[in-house]
């Protein structure tokens, strides 16, 4: 398995507030990014990165900021929940940018907007 | 803008039957297809096809590309109770991840 870890693996929050999801990898892959999965939707980028400080919005971006100062860290913030942003978050990462062995994904984080 | 199609959405079918599941994309500058099984948690790797006409096989599962109608089967015979899972298929067209477009999903149900 590859070796990327998500915290908190699970979070009840309220509307309004701010939650910041954190992606740990150990495997020194350049690229990383959040996914968030909603039934009928899959899987959706919100943001990806493809080195340290260096990150780009994907499909669903509004209302999320990410960052990344640590090769191995990534983080995902709401700055303001809400409960549309109810949602499983993945974390992936990639070793190169082609996708030659494709990408791995976390155990994924639950988070609940009430 | 890209999109995959998966269908059925949903299956169920008893131990030992043969499976097959289907995926049509339209991705622009298309490279490759790949096949994830989620169960639960984090999606995990099955294939990844590039060439049409050419099947690639883990123990039971197969999988192949037909980039002239522009889908892909992925099948699943004998089916034991832990194939049940939901089957991801994501269209990528170049880039890191992207490049990729997941579709919805095929959410299979093995009974014993």
């Known amino acids: 398995d590859a070796g990327i870890t998500q915290s908190p693996r699970h979070k009840v929050t309220e509307t309004g507030t701010p939650v910041t999801l954190r992606c740990h990898q150990t495997e020194n892959h350049r690229y990383m990014y959040w996914y968030r999965q909603d039934p009928g939707h899959g899987l959706r980028l919100i943001h990806y990165s493809y080195g340290v400080k260096d990150t780009d919005k994907g499909e669903v971006s509004d209302g999320y900021s990410v960052s990344r100062s640590k090769t191995e860290d990534f983080l995902l913030t709401l700055e303001s929940a809400t409960s549309s942003q109810t949602s499983v978050y993945f974390c992936a990462i990639s070793e190169s940018a082609t996708l030659g062995n494709t990408i791995y994904f976390g155990e994924g984080s639950w988070l609940t907007v009430v | 803008e890209d999109k995959v199609v998966q269908s059925p959405l949903s299956l169920v079918v008893h131990e030992g039957d043969t499976v097959t599941l289907n995926c049509s994309y339209e991705?622009?500058?298309?490279?490759?297809l790949l096949w994830y099984k989620q169960e639960k948690k984090a999606p995990t790797f099955l294939f990844m096809l590039t060439s049409s006409g050419i099947e690639k096989k883990s123990g039971r599962l197969s999988s192949i590309l037909d980039k002239k109608e522009l889908f892909s089967i992925l099948n699943i015979t004998a089916t034991q109770t832990g194939d049940s899972a939901v089957y991801l298929c994501a269209g990528y067209s170049g880039g890191g991840a992207d490049g990729l477009t997941f579709g919805k999903g095929t959410h299979l149900i093995i009974q014993p």
């Open positions: 991705v622009t500058n298309f490279r490759s």
